[in-house]
């Protein structure tokens, strides 16, 4: 076998580039550096030259990620088929629930083995629908084939046991979130001691989604501004994407003119906009384990997020920030003044703390240490891409 052949060939699935891009860099980073052949496969978007920069090869995926034509789904199952069997990947990671569910059937039928990460179950889980009902169907038939399935927190992991979602329940993994780069996200001071005179900045990170808590959030800074006028709420995340709970931009922008909050459009590094931060906010309905609120308590910003899976797996209530009821203003604004009426020192403190929890609990190291133990057990391969 030649040199090209005996390189490990791995591939990324996902339904934007822009999360692998962001949540998996350093795995990424890793991969390519150890001599993997790393393939990204996601619709193109503007992250494609970065990865490729990195040595990733990017693949382009038809996909409608908030569509429900099975026209379209099988546009995606049967473009990943003849990638999967003209390429051959020594193993497939799957994310997001189309990747998950088509991705999955699709390496079992070019005969490749594969692992399905659930990321956070989202609409799925969150709403009873038709829509709904069909997606947990779906799960349950493609999961059979997965050589493991991971989750990010132990209530996700729990809900396809009690649902009766895995026919193979002893596949089950706990990841534990996907990490932070400790490096990156390095710890900073409060950017202000005075709020009254200086301002008190509240910021929510991330996709534009109804269910992220936006509306509440939203409704949360009306009466909070009302008493506080010095109290400044932002936006920061892309509006308008293809998600079935999207916030459109000329929703956002009618916000912004009622001057409730400030958009802030959307950012490839966040860094700058929590490091200007006096608190993070996610007032969610559900997550995996939020990547902007891992990377908030890594800078030492004190947070207010909601009582959910994978919120809760970051925030220790009264510790590192403040936890508030899910869906309800009266308790995330009850929340969101606790936290602005804190003393600067109590808020620093809480920075501190959340610092050290992502430092014991989330560091990116220990995570990719996680994949390259299982890509050497199932397919035999070191990370260096030498056979064991």
Known sequence: MNAEKSRLRIALVCNTGWAIHTYRRGLLRMLVEQGADVSIIAPRDRTFPLMEEMGCRCVELPMASKGTNPRDDLKTLAALYREYRRTQPHIVFHYTIKPNIYGTIAAKLAGVPSIAVTTGLGYVFIQQSGTANIAKKLYKFA???A???WFLNKDDRQAFIDQNLLVHPE???LLHGEGVDLADYAFQPLPRANPQTEGFFFVLIGRL?????????VEAARRIRAKY?????????????DNPSAITLDEVQAWQREGVIDYLGEATDVRAFID???????PSYREGVPRTLMEASAMGRPIVATNVPGCREVVENGVTGFLCEAKSVDSLAQQLERMLLLSHAARAEMGVAGR???????????VVERYKGTIRAITGFSATGVSL
Do not use: I
């Open 229 to 241: 006028p010095y109290a400044r709420f932002q936006l920061l995340g892309p509006a308008g994407v």
């Open 143 to 145: 999961f059979r084939f």
């Open 209 to 217: 989604l109804w269910d992220k808590g936006v509306a509440e959030y």
């Open 171 to 173: 596949r089950a993994r």
């Open 147 to 149: 050589r493991e399935v």
């Open 276 to 282: 200007n931060a006096d608190c993070v906010v996610l």
């Open 356 to 366: 050290a929890k992502v430092t014991r609990e989330f560091d990116e190291n220990g």
